[in-house]
């Protein structure tokens, strides 16, 4: 049985000690990859450029998406840009 752990509130959050069911992860990450090309711009790899502008409020605001070289995470990161990878899923390679 799974203990819950009760936060502010009623709501209660479900814990499990078992290994996480991989195909509800997979479904969790294509859902969230999806809402991601759904709701935010698609800039190619003009994303590190396009990342900096809304963090020194160059431009507004808005979720982006797109690609960026090694090179360019890394100074993303070391100023204090935040940013998440998208998940890639295994059935995209096949």
Excluded: C, T, W
């Amino acid at each position: 049985m799974a203990p819950a752990v009760a936060r502010s509130g009623d709501s209660r959050v479900s814990l499990s000690a078992g290994q996480p069911d991989p195909a509800q992860i997979r479904a969790l990450l294509r859902a969230y990859r999806q809402k991601v090309i759904q709701e935010a711009d698609y800039v190619g790899d003009r994303f590190a450029e396009e990342a900096r502008k809304i963090h020194f409020e160059e431009v507004d605001a808005r979720g982006i998406y797109g690609e960026a070289s090694h090179d360019e995470v890394v100074a993303l990161a070391e100023d204090g840009i935040a940013f998440m990878p998208l998940p890639e899923l295994p059935e995209e390679h096949n």
